[in-house]
């Protein structure tokens, strides 16, 4: 019954997407929800995160950022820089992430699966 | 022989790079304790990166040795008492705040109504 309601009202209805532009210039789908009750991040948008997160970084060449990318082999970076992205990260997702894990953390493709597996992540 | 120094060299080496990063890291978490605004904390961990920067070029391992030790003494003297905590981690203001009762247990809602309802 709920259910069929619901469609049918989604049905009538149209809300307009809404994009939301980052500091960087790349397009988030989606609008970022500040509720700590909301459901558990998408991968797209911890991708999405991670990679806007990376871009800022002032050493990093922006357009080389892919969700593969290696921060010291690819990105050029060292350890020092590393522990700064990776302290960024914990700001943005608002972690905190135990020093043995940190330091493990070397590429986007770590960062990402870390971030996404984490269950406060937010 | 020399296989085996250069293997204990190696492995020595790689501690030694961990644990510059971990110091580096708590480091500058702690600069940013210290900080009471954020515009306060970039020259502060600029200066903290130069500090670490000008001992780059070390190449002598008794040397990297002690200065990481020094380095370890000076964060411990400058540690911060009340450092910021994300809430939910231990320590955190929301740590434990609403835990998951254990099993078996039961809660009730009706508590001192019980007669009430018998009435």
Redesign the interface.
């Known amino acids: 019954m709920a259910s069929a309601l619901r469609s049918a009202i989604l049905r009538h209805i149209r809300v307009p997407a809404t994009q939301v532009v980052s500091a960087n210039g790349s397009r988030l789908t989606a609008v970022r929800l500040m509720s700590s009750h909301d459901d558990h991040i998408t991968k797209d948008e911890v991708i999405n995160r991670v990679l806007d997160v990376v871009k800022c970084f002032p050493k990093v060449d922006p357009s080389k950022v892919t969700p593969e990318v290696h921060f010291e082999k690819d990105l050029g970076l060292d350890s020092l820089d590393t522990v700064e992205i990776v302290m960024a990260l914990e700001e943005e997702f608002k972690l905190e992430i135990p020093d043995k894990e940190a330091v493990r953390i070397e590429s986007c493709e770590q960062a990402i699966e870390y971030v996404y597996n984490h269950p406060m992540s937010s | 022989m020399s296989g085996i120094t250069s293997a204990s060299f190696l492995a020595r080496r790689a501690a030694q790079?961990?644990r510059?990063?971990?110091l580096?890291?708590?480091a500058?978490?702690d600069t940013l304790n210290w900080a009471v605004h954020r515009h306060l904390f970039y020259p502060d961990a600029d200066a903290l990166?130069e500090r670490?920067e000008a001992n780059r070029k070390v190449e002598d391992i008794e040397t990297i040795d002690r200065l990481i030790a020094d380095g370890e003494a000076s964060y411990n003297k400058w540690r911060h008492p009340d450092p910021y905590?994300?809430p939910?981690?231990p320590g955190g203001s929301k740590f434990n705040r609403n835990p998951v009762p254990p099993e078996g247990i039961e809660i009730v809602y009706d508590y001192g109504k019980e007669e009430a309802e018998l009435v």
């Open positions: 790079r961990e510059v990063r971990i580096y890291r708590r500058l978490r990166r670490f905590i994300v939910w981690a």
